[in-house]
């Protein structure tokens, strides 16, 4: 069994055409149907008829001469209406004296007539002169036979006009699609790895959002590519440190005899590894949020989330004597994205304990903002220069001013999670006139529950 034909353009509008010409008979065929009812109930074909040979028959004078031309007149026009096939049944002609008595009938067998209260199957023409009256009869053709008429008599004028319809807009409909094959006959003929404009400028308006549309899928794609690029140079750039601190580190240890540099060498190993190992996670955590299909948000507790993550990263601010404090409900249940909402706190976490110096001090707030979720985190540290804020989100960029080890992907995977959960991170004044801080706000979401605002994890760490 051979597979249903493809649908296309051009066969669509050729269905379309032929259902047009369909509707169109149609509508002909109803005016002509009202138009023969309304003429035929005014004033029928035998009234005509019949005034027309009255008229001729009041001519003449003796009966014999009336009957004669009565007779030749039903014989001929019986004829025509058999040779036309239109109208059913025959014109039946009367003529009777003044005293009513039968003269001549055009049925075969003398009869009267069709008898009275008949005008539902008959038109009855009835005139009498002096010596004599004429009655003609003619039978009502039934309504089937009345439209199978009048729509035979339509087709002859519709199958003329058909080729005249159908040659222009069959050259409308070819030349209308040929900029699309062009457009396609072009993106046929590119290499895999052109990504440039199209360059097609069509003539026909409705084409320019398609050729528009298609250019700007490839600005996207182009910029996606490199983008991609560049973050591979990055990346390989940033490893060439680290793994050439190693691979010299290794020939250090080896080559070494005096335990002091051997012992120096392997810290400053241990150092390389460690770099190398949080890059390359920080790699894999931000290819991931890119290539991750899109967000499933959780219904969690948003504020137990928080407070997990901080005690994990207790440690760090143990070492170095900071005060890490949290402002959140004793719950708050909110969708998230559980891993990108982990390692937006966790990055924003990292990226202040590591710049702030010993002693400093990092705020963690976590708050239900009408509709919104908003996270906080603001320190007194160092700070980021007003001339360094706009970049400090781009994949590898490190501020100025500090010798604090990082990679530079924090707030790139920062943002890139924020993106995920229909969220957004902008960077906001730090406590006491110092530092810097980062709001998190994610858009929309169920009415938490226990608002109950509390201290629930604050501790001060100094030595």
């Known amino acids: ?20 010409f369909l509707l169109v ?17 005014q004033h029928s074909g035998v009234h005509k008829v019949g005034n027309a040979l009255y008229a001729a028959l009041a001519r ?8 004669t031309a009565l007779a030749t007149t039903a014989t001929w026009l019986n004829l025509l209406r058999h040779e036309a096939k239109q109208l059913p049944g025959e014109l039946v002609f009367e003529l009777r004296d003044h005293r009513g008595h039968l003269i001549y009938s055009s049925l075969a067998q003398a009869s009267p007539a069709p008898p009275a209260g008949a005008d539902d199957a008959f038109w009855v023409y009835e005139r009498a002169a002096p010596a004599w009256s004429l009655r003609i009869a003619e039978p009502k053709p039934a309504r089937t036979a009345t439209l199978g008429g009048l729509g035979r008599g339509l087709v002859p004028y519709l199958l003329i006009s058909l080729p005249c319809v159908l040659l222009p807009l069959w050259l409308a409909v070819h030349q209308g699609l040929r900029p699309l094959r062009l457009l396609a006959e072009r993106v046929a003929a590119r290499r895999r790895d052109d990504l440039s404009p199209i360059g097609m400028d069509p003539n026909y308006s409705e084409l320019r959002p398609l050729v528009a549309a298609f250019d700007q899928l490839l600005a996207s794609l182009r910029g996606k590519a490199q983008r991609e690029r560049a973050f591979i140079e990055d990346a390989a750039h940033e490893l060439r440190t680290p793994m050439a601190v190693i691979s010299t580190q290794a020939h250090v240890i080896a080559r070494a005899t005096d335990p002091g540099e051997r ?22 955590e931000l290819a991931t949020l890119d290539e991750m299909a899109p967000a499933t948000l959780e219904l969690v507790d948003v504020a137990d989330s928080v407070r997990q993550l ?3 990263h207790m440690r760090l601010a143990l070492a170095r004597r900071m005060d890490l404090s949290l402002d959140a409900p004793d719950q708050l249940d909110w969708p998230v994205e559980v891993a990108a909402f982990h390692s937006i706190v966790s990055n924003l976490l990292e990226n202040s304990l590591r710049y702030v110096p010993p002693g400093g001090c990092v705020q963690v707030g976590l708050r239900r903002d009408g509709a919104d979720l908003v996270l906080s985190i603001a320190d007194d540290g160092p700070g980021i220069a007003p001339d360094q804020r706009q970049h400090i989100f781009e994949r590898f960029y490190r501020g100025r001013g500090h010798d604090a080890p990082g990679s530079g992907l924090g707030l790139a995977i920062v943002r890139q999670a924020c993106a995920r959960m229909r969220g957004e ?9 110092r530092g810097c801080g980062f709001d998190v706000r994610f858009l929309g979401g169920e009415e938490p529950r226990g608002m109950t605002r509390m201290r629930c994890y604050k501790k001060s760490i100094r030595n």
């Not at 008979?25 to 109930?41: H, N, P, R």
């Not at 003449?60 to 009957?67: K, N």
């Open 310 to 312: 901080l005690a994990q």
């Open 25 to 41: 008979w149609c509508m002909l065929l109803a005016y002509e149907y009202i138009q023969f009812k309304q003429e035929s109930e």
């Open 60 to 67: 003449l004078e003796r009966p014999e001469q009336v009957t």
């Open 425 to 433: 991170v902008r960077i906001v004044a730090g406590l006491a006139g």
């Open 1 to 20: 069994m051979s597979a249903w034909p493809r649908p296309t353009l051009a066969r669509r509008v050729m269905l379309a055409l032929g259902m047009a």
């Open 263 to 284: 012992r120096q060498a392997q810290e400053h190993l241990n150092l390389a590894i460690a770099r190398a190992s949080h890059l390359t996670g920080q790699l894999l």
